[in-house]
């Protein structure tokens, strides 16, 4: 039995590790050709042989303009044209906002916001020929009142790239835009923040009410951006709370 999903060609941007695998090989189960990016070769090799069904590779960094254009075309070339890209980076760096400099801002904003763009706009010739869609990872913490304490920059990335999406899909209005609005996972970063910091920062976002202990698994995520590419109506806004039914299990 055919995919949901089947012959559709699919790019899929931060895919070596974490939800954006998990949204590779979600896809991959349906159907989808895909190729995935990231900077790390040796991961991407690894996660190439996971996903399977064909998933071609391509190395590059989003934070790079030039390697922006580069990976775009590379994956055309190899699966033959765009349905569809799903952007997955995001970078998040704790910290009270008066102690965030320059760097950290541009830092956040080039890989959450102007890495966003530049694929799209990269993809946009393949996309127009395929009437395609474009699915951006944003989170819950933007709809969060008040802010979480020591994530500025990163809050403020994901209100931008919710706009971006707008702006887009505004002046596209034959494409699909979605955002994907999701919340505290075990993602790889999650893996790598300094313990400190959590033990620092987490009791403060759950008396604020804004975190409330539990973590989502990439596997909801990555189900509903199948749901999101398969669909026939053009989905804007998506959002995964972690007490979503299924989201934790």
């Known amino acids: 039995m055919a995919g949901r999903l089947e012959g559709r ?20 189960r349906e ?45 055309a070339a190899a699966l033959g044209g765009l349905d569809a890209v799903v952007y997955a980076p995001g ?14 801002w541009r830092s956040t904003f080039e890989v959450n916001v102007f890495g966003a763009t530049l694929v799209t706009r990269a993809a946009l010739p393949h996309l127009r020929a395929t009437r395609g869609r474009v699915v951006f990872f944003s989170s819950i913490v933007i709809d969060d009142r008040p802010p979480r304490y020591a994530m500025a920059p990163y809050v403020a990335s994901k209100a931008a790239l919710e706009s971006l999406a707008q702006a887009w899909q505004g002046e596209h209005p034959q494409l699909g835009f979605t955002t ?21 920062y987490v009791p403060r976002w759950i008396a604020a009410g804004v975190m409330h202990g539990r973590l989502m698994e990439p596997g909801p995520v990555a189900e509903q951006v199948v749901n999101v590419l398969a669909s026939s109506e053009n989905v804007r806004r998506v959002a995964i709370w972690p007490n979503a039914p299924g989201a934790g299990d």
């Open 31 to 75: 159907g989808a050709r895909t190729a995935l990016v990231a900077r790390r070769t040796d991961v991407l090799a690894d996660a190439v042989a996971e996903v399977g069904n064909g998933a071609v590779g391509v190395d590059g960094d989003v934070a790079k303009p030039a390697d922006c254009e580069r990976m775009v075309e590379r994956a």
């Open 91 to 104: 970078i998040t760096l704790f910290a009270p906002v008066e102690c965030m400099d320059a760097d950290a």
């Open 180 to 200: 994907i609005a999701i919340g505290d996972t075990t993602s790889e970063k999650a893996e790598v923040v300094d313990p400190h910091v959590l033990e620092d």
């Open 9 to 28: 060609r699919v790019l899929v941007v931060g895919a070596s590790k974490g939800i954006g695998k998990a949204t590779a090989v979600a896809l991959a």
